[in-house]
């Protein structure tokens, strides 16, 4: 059995968490390992590898655009599941909710993580994400 500091990964999302929340590009792309890789599902598979935490600032800003336009105030980490790969390698999946500023659901997705540590502490290498279709369908309704 791998044991790994399940405390640790949950303070990590949470940072994360709070980057989105801030709409800081520069300190979300601190939480991640490059070259990251991202795939995401919409309208299609799109693979993304990221170079650099520039790359990931660019990247990252339309979305910023899309939740400014939609009035997204935070992000609410509804499950976390944490397996480990080895001590330094974990998988993590996290069902996400999306709130405005009144703290009402907008919608949900769901994203898997690789995450990877070393002397840096936890940065995420690969993302797999399903946001955009249920973002699009939100931004369709408003």
Known sequence: MISI???EVASFFESYRAAFESFDASALSDHLAYPAQIASDDDGVKLIVLESGQAYQRMIEPLFAMYRRL?????RIV??????????????????EILDGDARP?????????????????????ICVNELP?????????
Do not use: D, F, P
């Open 5 to 7: 500091a399940e405390a």
């Open 71 to 75: 009035g997204v105030r935070t992000g």
């Open 79 to 96: 499950k976390l599941s944490i397996s480990a790969v080895s001590i330094r390698i974990v998988q993590a999946v996290v069902c996400w």
């Open 106 to 126: 907008l919608y949900a997705h769901k994203a898997a993580y690789t995450l990877a540590t070393g002397s840096t502490g936890w940065r995420i290498a690969a």
């Open 134 to 142: 249920a973002l699009k369908k939100c931004l369709g309704a408003c």
